[in-house]
């Protein structure tokens, strides 16, 4: 039987090219894209709504932008030519283009983005949640000792949190200290606190979103890099299994997840 312990589906968005003058500052910061990662800071007006659309290729991502903070995206995609662009809402689910550059990317190390703190895997070394993988990780020697006991402690400490599904946010992006913190939260979250531990403990980890044949809806897990293989691992399910005494497995049968994103 499939669990439903989904996330929120994306809104289609209507973009208009039309590269107008208007009333933003947006710096496009592109000092740390040999890690795999691009900075963007945009001034608003007050009200006014940003999207940031990164592409290469035939892939094509986007994302709200919130504050007048900096905040990394990933360039995931590996080395070459990406087209950045910044887009300002219109009205309802309708947006303009108001900036765009285009983005040579030479990444310094193969998977380095897998290792950054980006917008929905945000991190750093003050954090409780990072500062407890330290903790956790810092007695073994091997990758696959330091998964398996942060895997362990994530889907023993956090429970799902059925009520949050119903009134989430469409632009809700996941807060990796208050997941710690709670001990709630949905797969968006498991998956995001998941991989902030693990990245922050230099070992290369995918927030990853699309189907699963175990869960009803989009869902999100985590794929993590262990001897030169990507690993499939739900620690949503193996949390919510494990609340009713089902046994689990950490590596999942990856032909039973379909990916349609990944950061």
């Known amino acids: 039987m499939k669990r439903t312990i989904a996330i929120a589906t994306v809104v289609l968005l209507i973009i208009v090219y039309s590269l107008n003058a208007f009333a933003a500052n947006?710096?496009?910061?592109?000092?740390?894209?040999?890690?795999?990662?691009?900075?963007?800071?945009?001034?608003?007006?007050?009200?006014?709504?940003?999207?940031?659309?990164?592409?290469?290729?035939?892939?094509?991502?986007?994302?709200d932008c919130f504050g007048t903070e900096k905040e990394y995206f990933p360039l995931q995609f590996g080395s070459g030519s990406y087209k950045v662009s910044v887009l300002q809402q219109i009205s309802g689910t309708s947006y303009k283009v108001v900036q765009s550059k285009?983005?040579?990317?030479?990444?310094?190390?193969?998977?380095?983005?897998?290792?950054?703190?980006?917008?929905?895997?945000n991190w750093d070394f003050d954090m409780e949640a990072i500062q407890m993988a330290d903790d956790l990780?810092?007695?073994f020697s091997t990758v696959e000792e330091k998964v398996?006991?942060?895997y362990e402690y994530v889907i023993q400490t956090v429970d799902y949190d059925y009520a949050k599904i119903n009134k989430l946010d469409k632009q809700y992006v996941p807060d990796v200290e208050s997941t710690h913190v709670s001990g709630k939260g949905i797969c968006y979250d498991?998956?995001?606190?998941?991989?902030?531990?693990?990245?922050?403990?230099?070992?290369?980890?995918k927030l990853v979103k699309g189907y699963s044949d175990n869960v009803d809806g989009y869902h999100a897990w985590n794929e993590v890099y262990i001897n030169e293989e990507w690993i499939t691992i739900d620690t949503t399910l193996d949390a919510v299994l494990?609340?009713?005494?089902?046994?689990?497995?950490?590596?999942?049968?990856?032909?039973?997840?379909?990916?349609?994103?990944?950061y």
């Open 26 to 63: 947006i710096s496009l910061d592109t000092s740390k894209t040999g890690d795999g990662v691009m900075g963007v800071t945009i001034h608003g007006e007050e009200g006014n709504r940003y999207k940031v659309m990164i592409s290469k290729g035939s892939e094509e991502y986007t994302y």
């Open 102 to 121: 285009k983005v040579n990317v030479s990444l310094n190390v193969e998977n380095a983005v897998f290792l950054q703190s980006i917008q929905n895997v």
């Open 137 to 139: 990780a810092g007695s």
């Open 148 to 150: 398996e006991t942060i």
């Open 190 to 205: 498991y998956s995001a606190l998941f991989a902030a531990m693990l990245r922050s403990q230099g070992i290369p980890t």
């Open 242 to 262: 494990g609340s009713i005494g089902e046994e689990t497995k950490m590596e999942k049968n990856k032909n039973e997840y379909q990916a349609l994103k990944f």
